[in-house]
């Protein structure tokens, strides 16, 4: 089954709703690494909501998604744009078994960073106070945009990398009865089960869920794995050390090594790779 974000609408009502299914950019995310289970599924939970959350950008640009906290979780992020191209890394320090989502983090924040193409950067910032991440995203929804929201998420890595989710949310132009409505959509979310999440068709997982509702669904959008590094940024991230410093680097070990901690590639540049560099730099510099 492919990654996708499919969004719907109920006819009757003003609420909206997508679901996310990431099965293989969560395989690709966590495939080089060796995170701990407890850490994995966290992952794969932030990937699936991160994906929700940008499907809601109304223009071109950055979104991330960022859990960081004195626990032994310190950050877990993930990145993505509005072609739904999505990668992610976390940092963890410790002793994770059997450590809830509240214990992962210990005392933290969720910090969600918008960056338009063309405007102002926008950073939204909650403190986590709840058990579950998809709580704790209900909680920041509330708070930023008193908008009701419903969120539920779901990942696991037991036979295969497994992530999805749901979103429900009321529209900001709502009627009188909104209230009741959405939690009676909400309510009926709720009996949605992890496997139907993982492995049903959005048309039949809708169908089992709101068969007696209207609703009408969009067209759904592609989730991808990709990583925006290269040699080239690499490089150009070396262009702003000092050519003194390049070149100190090379005689103590010969090559200067980088790693990508989202993909976990690595680039190795030898002297003869920074030649152009070293002198680039030299002839901007006199
Ligand atoms: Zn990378």
Redesign the pocket.
């Known amino acids: 089954m492919s990654d996708q974000l499919q969004r719907f609408i109920f006819d009757d009502y003003q609420i909206r709703g997508e679901i996310a299914r990431a099965h293989n950019s969560f395989s690709e995310i966590i495939k080089n690494h060796h995170y701990p289970t407890e850490i994995v599924n966290i992952i794969g939970e932030l990937l699936v909501a991160t994906s929700l959350l940008t499907a809601t950008l109304k223009f071109a640009g950055k979104i991330s998604v960022q859990l960081q906290g004195d626990g032994p979780l310190n950050l877990a992020v993930i990145n993505g744009n509005q072609d739904q191209e999505l990668?992610g890394t976390a940092r963890v320090e410790g002793d994770t078994t059997g450590l809830s989502f509240k214990q992962l983090i210990g005392k933290g924040h969720l910090l969600i960073t918008i960056t338009p193409d063309n405007g102002e950067r926008y950073q939204g910032i909650v403190e986590l106070r709840k058990e579950s991440l998809s709580e704790c995203l209900e909680d920041y929804f509330a708070q930023s945009e008193q908008l009701p929201t419903r969120i539920i998420l779901h990942a696991s890595n037991i036979d295969k990398p497994q992530a999805a989710g749901l979103l429900l949310q009321t529209l900001p132009a709502v009627n009188e009865d909104h209230e009741e409505q959405f939690q009676h959509v909400s309510a009926l979310a709720s009996t949605v089960k992890e496997e139907e999440l993982y492995t049903l068709e959005n048309a039949q997982l809708l169908h089992r869920l709101y068969h007696q509702e209207t609703l009408r669904l969009f067209e759904p959008t592609v989730i991808s794995f990709k990583?925006?590094?290269s040699k080239e940024r690499c490089l150009s991230s070396l262009a702003s050390i000092a050519p003194e410093e390049i070149l100190e680097m090379l005689e103590e070990n010969g090559a200067i090594d980088m790693h990508?901690?989202?993909?976990?590639?690595d680039y190795h540049f030898e002297a003869d790779d920074l030649k152009i560099l070293l002198t680039d730099q030299h002839n901007t510099q006199h």
Do not use: G, K, L
């Open positions: 990668r990583c925006s590094c990508c901690e989202y993909c976990a590639s």
